[in-house]
């Protein structure tokens, strides 16, 4: 198989995960409506995390991630996170400004975070993203470098891409809409939040 071919297939692979809804999709409209580069830092923070989990991965430590006890810390730790994050959108929405630029928090941090407090971002990593990587190496590490920057830039650009259509809604649409999008996009991560944390401890009845 061409090289170029794999990177293909890993591409619509990646897309797969990338273009779920999830935390980071929810966050990342959310910070949209105060600049439209906000997801462009969330991949930013992702990738900070996500590179030294591939690089990882690749140096044969991927095995930690499938143990029982790590994902469960790991989800329970993710939903408190994402069930603050949640309650601290709702707080926000009577204070939305549609011309306001800032944030309370930066977008590279929560995207740092969240893929932190993610388990399902790590077991997809453990499972289908250490195939795609061990396939990457029968290409040499010129492969596995491209691997890993392809597969980035599927972040990069879906959140870019999410950031700048929600501002773009927020000022068209005016401060109402940007009050619509925060608490659609908190009742997600609520919703995150309570299924990491079920999740973690659901195990403990069954």
């Given at each position: 198989m061409p090289l170029l071919t794999f990177l293909f297939e890993a591409v619509l692979i990646s897309l797969s995960g990338v273009l779920a809804p999830g935390p980071i999709t929810a966050t990342t409209v959310e910070k949209g409506n105060k600049s439209p580069h906000a997801g462009a830092f969330v991949a930013i923070g992702h990738g900070i995390v996500e590179f030294p989990l591939i690089i990882s991965i690749f140096y044969g430590f991927g095995y930690l991630l499938k143990l029982n006890y790590v994902k469960e810390v790991i989800a329970f730790m993710g939903g408190l996170f994402l069930l603050?994050?949640?309650?601290?959108?709702?707080?926000?929405?009577?204070?939305?400004?549609?011309?306001?630029?800032?944030?309370?928090?930066?977008?590279?941090?929560?995207?740092?975070?969240?893929?932190?407090?993610?388990p399902y971002f790590l077991i997809w990593w453990a499972t289908?993203?250490?195939?795609?990587?061990?396939?990457?190496?029968?290409?040499?590490?010129?492969?596995?470098?491209?691997?890993?920057?392809?597969?980035?830039?599927?972040?990069?650009?879906?959140?870019?891409?999410?950031?700048?259509?929600?501002?773009?809604?927020?000022?068209?649409?005016g401060k109402k809409f940007q009050k619509i999008v925060s608490a659609i996009c908190g009742v997600f991560l609520l919703f995150f939040g309570g299924k990491f944390i079920y999740d973690s401890i659901k195990v403990f009845f069954i």
């Amino acid at each position: 198989m061409p090289l170029l071919t794999f990177l293909f297939e890993a591409v619509l692979i990646s897309l797969s995960g990338v273009l779920a809804p999830g935390p980071i999709t929810a966050t990342t409209v959310e910070k949209g409506n105060k600049s439209p580069h906000a997801g462009a830092f969330v991949a930013i923070g992702h990738g900070i995390v996500e590179f030294p989990l591939i690089i990882s991965i690749f140096y044969g430590f991927g095995y930690l991630l499938k143990l029982n006890y790590v994902k469960e810390v790991i989800a329970f730790m993710g939903g408190l996170f994402l069930l603050f994050m949640g309650i601290s959108m709702f707080r926000s929405i009577k204070q939305i400004n549609v011309n306001s630029k800032k944030s309370t928090h930066l977008p590279i941090i929560d995207g740092i975070l969240l893929s932190l407090g993610n388990p399902y971002f790590l077991i997809w990593w453990a499972t289908v993203g250490a195939t795609l990587i061990f396939r990457s190496i029968s290409f040499g590490m010129l492969g596995f470098l491209f691997f890993m920057l392809f597969h980035w830039l599927c972040d990069f650009f879906w959140c870019y891409f999410l950031s700048i259509l929600s501002f773009s809604g927020g000022q068209y649409f005016g401060k109402k809409f940007q009050k619509i999008v925060s608490a659609i996009c908190g009742v997600f991560l609520l919703f995150f939040g309570g299924k990491f944390i079920y999740d973690s401890i659901k195990v403990f009845f069954i």
